[in-house]
């Protein structure tokens, strides 16, 4: 459990290093992000254990794809491109400014300590993701864990000590009141992964300081299929996105927009994908555990409520196994028909194996539908039609969008990533999450000549002053 003096202690210790240091050389920046890269490849394994044992099971290979392969992934290519990101930029200047020797260009500095507030779904990839950005950027790092996944947490506070001192990566654990404090913290910027509520409290926790805060939210995904898609591919596509970390998720399609005369077919289709995928459950090492019991009871008690309002419940479960008898948290999918948005599972993040299925007649009302609600981190499209693509595309707002699949966009390290309104606020990867965690400090030279003089600025004004000002409110 942290101690806030620590925390505070720390963070002053990282901002005196980090001003000491400066300017930050790339190749110090590349030095941290190589020695991060090394504490992925010594300890992947052990971090793919500790996530097992905090779900009750977590596949390792899905592990070590997600959150270690991907955080390598991210460090190596920050490393590749950071000579091209950190270049100045040129500005233009008014005429006739440049042509009299001045100069504009835009620096990217670092800010200073960098706060990373991680989430639990991926403990790892979630956290070495905003270091990549935060490292690349010339910063200091400070990581508060979840308290869901205290093995994770655990290791990262044992192993990170061995590849940076404490003035460039810190981390810490602890419950609610510890992520409190830390989200208080008078941070160079704050960046939080989790929930749209606790999101709520982070910004009003970081506003006393002033701290910048980059927010990664969720919110309820959308996926529209439309009358030109190829069922088959959709369903594989969607099941596979959907049952991955057993839909904990904060991208999984959370609900799908079908055409009516489809629903069976789309239904149908993905129980079989989600069979194929995964022809047991209990016992398949490949599928993973709901992460605690509180988040098994949250998602049963969303189906009860859609079963007692009218929905119908498809249970996927291609072994016959018995869950009633099961006392672990892997759970079936549950596809649901018949839904509305009186049911809990239309109102709020499902986060877990349950997908509802709504019937539209025209794409329009589909769209429609979206735009009726909070605007998506994440927003999926499955068709051939051309024109339709660009309807969806252009009459809706999400952070992100993947055409013909799921989740996908989130993999691009030259995509942005983030969500809009109550799914979040800013976007971090690639080049993108160097801007987020930088300093754009504009630069301007001014020639020899008198330009306020030239332009009419100086005191005492007179006819050639009054000259400029016509000239300007020319229309």
């Known amino acids: 459990m942290a101690d806030v003096q620590d925390m505070r202690s720390v963070l002053e210790t990282q901002r005196t290093a980090f001003t000491a240091e400066l300017p930050v050389s790339l190749s110090i920046r590349k030095d941290r992000l190589k020695r991060a890269i090394a504490m992925m490849v010594a300890h992947g394994e052990d971090f793919a254990t500790a996530l097992s044992e905090d779900f009750g099971h977590r596949s390792r290979e899905q592990s070590l794809m997600t959150d270690i392969v991907a955080s390598i992934r991210t460090l190596k290519h920050a490393i590749k491109n950071l000579d091209r990101w ?100 008078p941070f160079d910027h704050l960046i939080f992964t989790g929930a749209t509520p606790i999101g709520r409290h982070i910004l009003h926790a970081a506003a006393d300081s002033l701290t910048p805060v980059t927010l990664e939210l969720g919110g309820k995904s959308p996926t529209i299929i439309g009358r030109s898609a190829d069922i088959e591919q959709a369903s594989e596509r969607i099941a596979l996105g959907k049952m991955l970390n057993a839909g904990q998720i904060c991208l999984a399609p959370d609900y799908l927009l079908v055409p009516e005369e489809k629903e069976s077919a789309v239904v149908d289709g993905i129980s079989r994908a989600a069979s194929a995928l995964y022809p047991s459950l209990i016992a398949n090492p490949d599928y993973s555990s709901v992460v605690n019991d509180r988040h098994v009871d949250r998602l049963d008690h969303y189906v009860e409520d859609a079963r007692a309002k009218g929905a119908e419940v498809i249970e996927v479960n291609p072994a016959g196994e018995d869950f009633g008898a099961y006392n672990g948290r892997k759970m079936p999918l549950r596809i649901l028909t018949n839904v509305n948005d009186d049911m809990k599972v239309m109102q709020e993040e499902i986060f877990g194996p349950i997908l509802p299925v709504m019937r539209y007649k025209a794409i329009d009302e589909a769209i429609d539908y979206v735009n009726r609600h909070d605007r998506p981190l994440g927003l999926y499209y499955f068709g051939q039609d051309a024109a339709e693509q660009r309807t969806v595309l252009d009459r809706t707002i999400s952070g992100g969008v993947t055409v013909n699949d799921v989740v996908f966009h989130v993999s691009m390290e030259d995509l942005p990533f983030g969500g809009i309104g109550p799914s979040g606020m800013g976007s971090y990867h690639g080049q993108d999450g160097f801007r987020t965690f930088s300093h754009a400090k504009a630069v301007y030279r001014q020639p020899r000549i008198d330009v306020a003089k030239l332009a009419g600025f100086k005191p005492p004004y007179g006819a050639g002053t009054r000259k400029a000002i016509a000239r300007d409110l020319k229309g």
């Open 86 to 185: 950190a270049r100045p930029e040129r500005r233009k200047l008014d005429f006739p400014l440049g042509l009299l020797g001045a100069k504009a260009w835009v620096e990217y500095q670092p800010k200073g300590v960098v706060g990373v507030i991680a989430p639990w779904n991926f403990p790892v990839q979630l956290t070495m993701g905003p270091i990549a950005g935060a490292f690349a950027a010339g910063n200091r790092v400070m990581v508060k864990s979840s308290e869901y996944t205290p093995g994770v947490s655990a290791l990262f506070e044992q192993v990170a000590p061995k590849y940076f001192d404490r003035t460039e990566l810190a981390c810490f654990s602890g419950g609610p009141d510890v992520g409190k404090a830390f989200s208080e913290l």
